[in-house]
């Protein structure tokens, strides 16, 4: 890591991308006071990492690239375990003799993610994606202020992946809870409020998903026309920026694409807006930086 | 508060998980079988003439001790294991002590090794050996300081192996020497200076020669049996204790964070 300089704000949803071995895991675990860093300065929840690690680890939330449950417990041991490390309910040996809250609670998260019938099963039996719930539900149950989120969905099929990120907004939307996400599906990044790109232990560029977009790459339309010459004469004439010997791909820096296509009047075979992703912006910046590297 | 919350539900941990891992439970049976049944019995039967105590009893009594040193200090594997698959990061990134962490671990595997003392004396019941059931109930107390000790030898050996693999395999090699060394059955009155140097720096020797100090105190044996007095035992051990579970704990942490 190389001066890597951030600050994320209460509530913020923040997602940090780069890939693989370019120090995503290693921020993650200086930030979750797993790792010590070597240099610098590092705060979570106002408490530094060092110093004040135990505040630190009160105040934060984490899912871990690798499940860290166990399955010799039933899922709702692993989250009893939890709840009582982390000091939010006392020690008792069995479910039944656990507070009224802690059983409430447990019900209310489980149900939520649909999970309620097997809470009491031992978690050998869950799949992937029902595991992941289930460490959700545990790292949310000493209400941390910020959660930490380490490629979560890697290894989940779509569906699974689909649900799970229904669940997530949901909990942002109601804990207002401050997110630190890392992935490699970078549409699981488009919402985030500011994105970070991290390569060789360096940020490369930060900012909003649009404005890294428009950094890097530019919105473009596809035309097309069965009387191609025609559309290409046109296109000359009226001084468009375009691409291609067809379809042609249209800028849309300068110019609107509903007033282009205003002055055509060659009749169009095909017609598509393209918004560029945030993967393609990242696969462009990383690109640029194999270009530069050589 | 909050600390001991953490222990208990640590320590809860373990001994749930021993009691839903029925081959440990049967597997933790067989080496006392082995020493008390077969080497134990048949030492009696050649060789008790001239000893002038029971040698059956020393055995059981010998073996007692090394069980619950060994069987804490082989269940704090379960750290190497819990590291493996990933679950010790739950664990090492609540708000809670690391000392504390550890000592629920050991605490865990205590009671564990308890559970196994029960079907010793079970079989000690069943293979008729003479015991004087009052003295064993005074061991109970020492049994705990045992137990710990164990725990605190686990964890400094534990530190210092990187996988599951490595500690399966070299944790035999640390503990095995140390029965005979110890004298769990065989008696380590005279020794050759060699063997009497690694006799004496082996820990499970004074967990042994503890729980005999006690066992045989005031009887006519305590002389044939015991090499140092209950006192000195106590002492070597509290020692020890300390200087294993801290140092062990920091190389543990130390490993988990530079991981």
């Known amino acids: 890591m190389d001066g890597v300089s951030f600050e994320v704000k209460g509530g913020e949803f923040f997602s940090l991308l780069g890939p693989n071995g370019a120090g995503k895991t290693t921020t993650i675990s200086v930030l979750t006071t797993t790792l010590n860093k070597t240099s610098g300065d590092v705060k979570i929840a106002g408490y530094d990492t060092e110093t ?14 690798n499940p860290s449950l166990d399955i010799n417990l039933s899922a709702e041991e692993n989250v009893r375990l939890h709840a009582i490390l982390y000091g939010v309910f006392p020690y008792r040996p069995t479910y039944t003799l656990m507070p009224e809250a802690y059983k409430k609670q447990v019900m209310e998260l489980a149900e939520l993610l649909g999970i309620s019938e097997s809470i ?66 970078l549409e699981e990044a488009e919402d985030a409020d500011r994105v970070a790109i991290i390569t060789n232990g360096k940020i490369e560029m930060m900012g909003t998903p649009n404005s890294i977009k428009n950094k890097l790459l530019e919105d473009h339309m596809t035309i097309d026309a069965k009387n191609r010459s025609g559309l290409k004469k046109e296109l000359d004439s009226k001084k468009v920026n ?47 930086k194999i270009h530069e590297g050589n | 508060m909050k600390e001991i919350n953490a222990i208990l539900t640590i320590a809860h941990r373990d001994l749930v998980k021993l009691f839903r891992d029925r081959t440990r439970l049967i597997f933790s049976l067989i080496f006392p079988f082995i020493f008390i049944g077969v080497l134990g019995s048949s030492l009696q039967s050649n060789l008790s003439g001239e000893l002038g105590y029971n040698f059956l009893t020393f055995v059981f009594v010998g073996v ?37 962490i550890i000592f629920g671990k050991i605490l865990g595997e205590t009671l564990v090794a308890f559970a196994g003392v029960v079907g010793i004396l079970v079989l000690g019941v069943v293979l008729q050996v003479p015991l004087d059931w009052a003295r064993l109930l005074t061991l109970l107390p020492f049994g705990l300081i045992v137990a710990l000790f164990g725990g605190a030898f686990g964890i400094l050996v534990m530190a210092n192996l990187g996988g599951q693999r490595t500690a399966n395999q070299v944790f035999p090699f640390i503990i095995f020497p140390q029965f005979f060394l110890a004298g769990v059955f065989n008696p380590i009155q005279n020794l050759p200076p ?27 044996a305590f002389d044939k049996t015991v090499i140092f007095g209950t006192l000195v035992n106590m002492a070597a051990i509290f020692v020890m204790f300390l200087l294993f579970f801290s140092i062990g704990t920091i190389l543990f942490v130390r490993s988990e964070r530079n991981r």
């Not at chain 1, 595991?131 to 699974?160: M, N, Q, Y």
């Not at chain 1, 007033?259 to 912006?281: G, H």
Request: glycine share 4%.
């Open chain 1, 242 to 288: 375009y691409s291609g010997v067809g379809p042609f791909k249209v800028s849309l820096k300068k110019q609107r694409a509903q007033e282009i296509i205003k002055n055509l009047d060659t009749k169009l075979s095909l017609l598509d807006i393209q918004r560029p992703t945030l993967e393609e912006a990242y696969l462009q910046l990383i690109q640029q």
């Open chain 2, 64 to 100: 007692l001790a090394q069980t619950l040193f060994q069987s804490t200090a082989s269940g704090i594997i379960s750290l190497v294991e819990d590291r493996e698959n990933d679950f010790s990061q739950e664990i090492f990134i609540s708000p809670v002590s690391r000392y504390s």
């Open chain 1, 52 to 65: 004040h690690a135990s505040d630190v680890r009160q105040n934060i939330g984490i899912i871990f690239q």
């Open chain 2, 194 to 220: 060699v063997l009497l140097f690694l006799s004496r720096i082996s820990p499970m020797t004074y967990a042994v020669d503890l729980f005999r100090s006690v066992y045989y105190t005031g009887t006519a």
């Open chain 1, 120 to 185: 009491h099963k031992p978690i050998k039996t869950f799949s992937g994606g029902m595991k992941r719930k289930l460490e959700i539900i545990r790292s949310l149950i000493h209400k941390p202020k910020v959660l930490f989120l380490d490629e979560p969905t890697s290894g989940l099929d779509p569906a699974s992946r689909r649900s799970l990120w229904d669940y997530l907004e949901e909990v942002m939307k109601n804990e207002n809870m401050t997110v630190f996400l890392t992935t490699h599906y």
